[in-house]
């Protein structure tokens, strides 16, 4: 992931146990979850490094990461619709 390839860190923390979710706040803004399961736990080095390097405290990618979110939720909701 040389490049900030939003979905495949998605599925990287998804794969190291971490799942993110995010939630829509008053102000119109999202903020981005992270739920740890214990595989997580035992992946905590991974994750820390793979969040600080793609992510870190840039909102810019914090906010795609929010979009992207939000696109795989709506997908998701109109598959259980079918």
Not at 19 to 25: G, P, Q, Y
Not at 36 to 61: M, S, Y
């Amino acid at each position: 992931m040389s490049e900030f390839d939003i979905d495949a860190f998605i599925i990287e923390l998804d794969r190291l146990g971490v799942k993110l979710t995010m939630t829509r706040l008053a102000d119109g803004t999202y903020r981005v979850n992270r739920w740890r399961t214990p595989e997580a736990i035992r992946n905590a080095e991974q994750v820390e490094r793979l969040w600080a390097t793609h992510i870190g405290d840039d909102k810019t990618r914090m906010r795609l990461l929010a979009d992207r979110l939000l696109a795989w939720a709506s997908a998701a909701n109109v598959q259980h619709q079918k």
